[in-house]
């Protein structure tokens, strides 16, 4: 399935954290945390916000971005794709770009 998101809106694939382990060695699932935010990869960009004037603002984020964002609450914004799990945001729902050294 191929998606171009709307105005302001980020396509973004979940990367799921890997599970960890406590001290005396209990493995804990990601799903043990409750988290309001996840990690994922951008896959789709829309053209970006419209200003009062009428400009095109373009987006801050590209495809191919790690990111961090808000997960969304309800199940609109959450697609299944060939088992990738997928969110459609907006772009004010990203939090930070991750920057690996």
Known sequence: MKLKPL???VLIEAVSDEAKATKSG?????SAEKKKQSKGIVVAVGDGR???KGELQPMSVKIGDKVLFKEPWSDESKIEDNGKKLFL????DI???IIEN
Do not use: G, K, M, Y
């Not at 209990?26 to 990601?30: F, G, N």
């Not at 945001?89 to 004010?92: A, F």
């Open 26 to 30: 209990i493995v804990l699932p990601d």
């Open 7 to 9: 105005f302001n809106r």
């Open 95 to 97: 939090l930070a770009t």
């Open 89 to 92: 945001v907006e772009e004010e």
């Open 50 to 52: 419209l200003s009062e």
